[in-house]
């Protein structure tokens, strides 16, 4: 019986080891889903989709809401944090990766989403008076740098692309948004836990983005949501890559740790590229090569070097470490 014991804190720590391994593979395939979605089927936009992949998701949030509703009483304080967090953070972070979407490739979305836990460390130094260790001015300039090398790589091998930059920084400040998300949902972990606090708040930004939809969306496009394949490419979008991967990175980083689970899902970007690769066809330079490796050497090390006071993230990548805050 003590040798089961002593097994089972190891074997734990495997499966979280997956978990969170899974939950990287299965955020890395959110873009090239989208991107599939949106060249098959030219009459969708973004908005139209992201709508039908919150709308699929939102019954797993309304589940979690229900199951944890013990956990803590959710006061009128607690609600304005909740609808702050969804609303101001992640509903808007969402809107704009997707619409960024329309113009930038996916391997290009992902290098530039990955910039989000340097925003959360710049967020600690102007709102919260965190000061920046020389380390973590480095890696700024690091993943900064890596992120403008990729970008000016695919300005070169598409010639003249206008969209390029409106799309570049739709996702640049989605990043943002990601990272002030977590900052807001903070004060909601502590109060209600993390599993019911996944489930408020991406319950209000499941609703807030079917009410853009509803205001934004031409009937002419619902009836082309609805229909095989979008409807396919929502389901995947809303199951794989939101409900099950913000399950399983939840309970990895519960077991394990931030820091850990970070180092994990380093190599995200990197696989979305080469899925990228495979289902889109698309391909980088060497130089970009250097520029993507440069992005996420920059990332881990303000990452990593950064003391953290937070628990968990909700969603997508496990946190930046750093002070006082936690970090798509």
């Known amino acids: 019986m003590s040798a089961i014991k002593k097994l089972l804190p190891k074997t734990t720590a495997r499966f979280a080891v997956i978990c969170v391994l899974l939950s990287s593979i299965l955020f890395s395939a959110k873009a090239i889903v989208v991107k599939m979605a949106l060249v098959g089927e030219p009459m969708i936009d973004g908005v139209g989709l992201l709508a039908l992949r919150m709308g699929v998701a939102l019954p797993f949030f309304l589940c979690l809401v229900w199951f944890t509703r013990g956990a803590g009483k959710v006061t009128a304080k607690v609600w304005v944090q909740i609808i702050a ?48 260790r020389a380390i973590s001015i480095f890696g700024l300039i690091l993943g900064y740098l890596g992120t403008l090398i990729v ?9 003249a692309q206008a969209d390029l930059i ?12 990601y990272a002030g998300y977590l900052v807001l949902a903070e004060p909601v972990i502590k109060s209600v836990g993390q599993w019911r606090a996944t489930g408020l708040i991406l319950s209000v930004s499941s609703v807030a983005c079917l009410l853009h939809a509803f205001v934004t969306v031409p009937r002419t496009e619902v009836a082309v949501l609805f229909s095989q394949p979008t409807l396919g490419y929502g389901i ?32 995200g970007p990197v ?17 970009q090569w250097i520029g993507v490796a440069a992005n996420i050497a920059g990332v881990m090390t303000v990452s990593l070097t950064v003391r953290s006071k937070q628990t968990t993230p909700l969603h997508a990548q496990p946190p930046v470490q750093s002070e006082n805050r936690g970090s798509l």
């Open 85 to 132: 967090a969804g609303v101001l953070g992640y509903y808007l972070a969402s809107v704009l990766d997707f619409i960024g979407l329309e113009y930038i490739s996916a391997s290009l979305e992902r290098i530039i989403l990955f910039l989000y836990p340097t925003f959360a460390v710049l967020f600690g130094v102007i709102f919260l008076g965190d000061r920046l």
């Open 236 to 267: 995947l979008l809303g199951i794989f890559a939101t409900a099950i991967p913000v399950s399983l990175v939840i309970y990895g980083i519960r077991q394990i740790g931030a820091a850990q689970s970070a180092m994990i899902s380093a190599g």
């Open 151 to 159: 970008m000016l790589g695919a300005a070169a091998g598409i010639g």
């Open 271 to 287: 696989l979305t590229l080469f899925l990228a690769a495979i289902f889109l066809g698309e391909s980088l330079s060497w130089i």
């Open 166 to 177: 409106k799309g570049s920084v739709l996702v640049l400040i989605s990043a943002a948004a």
